[in-house]
């Protein structure tokens, strides 16, 4: 955990940023002593300002924040940190701490990530991602081919539309082949971002 300057009160602000989507979740404040923790556990702590206390999140919900990275900001008086989220940020039972906001567009990959994994734990009847990975791998990757055909064709003589619409079709059966296989978007991010550096 990089050095950090804390305001008179003795705290700092903290941002907490979803690693996947890019989205921020929520913003806390933590004294010494809840940095430390962090950087110790791996999951974020924080101060309460309410309670004059320390507290880790997802304590009691289940719903904690792991830390992936620790950033400081240019001045040395905020701190990011980087998490994955176990299920909703906010209390009130929200993705993130400003309400039911619309995510950004990598944030719309990480919840349709969120609902794949959802739906092959709960397995619900009525679910078509349910249905798909109980066929099994080979089912999901005929899909994966059919759809990856049929951006093909969309792309050589239909709409932007409707090639949208196929390429969707397509990303969304990739990240049920991913779950298959319990690997993330993440997963796939951090490959392009490793290409795109070399």
Request: charged share 30%; proline share 3%; net charge neutral.
């Amino acid at each position: 955990m990089p050095a950090v300057t804390f305001g008179d009160d003795g705290l700092v602000p903290v941002v907490a940023q979803d690693r996947t989507s890019g989205d921020v979740l929520m913003v806390a404040f933590a004294d010494a002593e809840a940095v430390a923790k962090t950087a110790q556990t791996g999951f974020a702590h924080f101060w309460s300002r309410s309670r004059k206390a320390l507290w880790k999140k997802g304590e009691t919900s289940g719903h904690v924040l792991r830390v992936r990275e620790a950033r400081i900001d240019c001045d040395g008086d905020t701190l990011l940190l980087v998490v994955d989220p176990a299920g909703p940020a906010c209390h009130r039972g929200t993705r993130t701490c400003f309400g039911d906001v619309p995510a950004t567009a990598a944030g719309v990959l990480a919840e349709v990530e969120r609902v794949i994994a959802e739906r092959a734990k709960s397995a619900p009847e009525a679910s078509y991602t349910a249905r798909l990975l109980r066929k099994g791998q080979d089912a999901v990757l005929k899909k994966i081919g059919e759809e990856a055909t049929e951006v093909i064709l969309a792309a050589k003589g239909e709409t932007d539309e409707r090639l949208a619409e196929e390429a969707a079709d397509l990303v969304f059966h990739l990240l049920v082949a991913l779950q298959q296989r319990g690997l993330r978007v993440a997963d796939v991010l951090a490959v392009l971002e490793r290409r795109r550096k070399a």
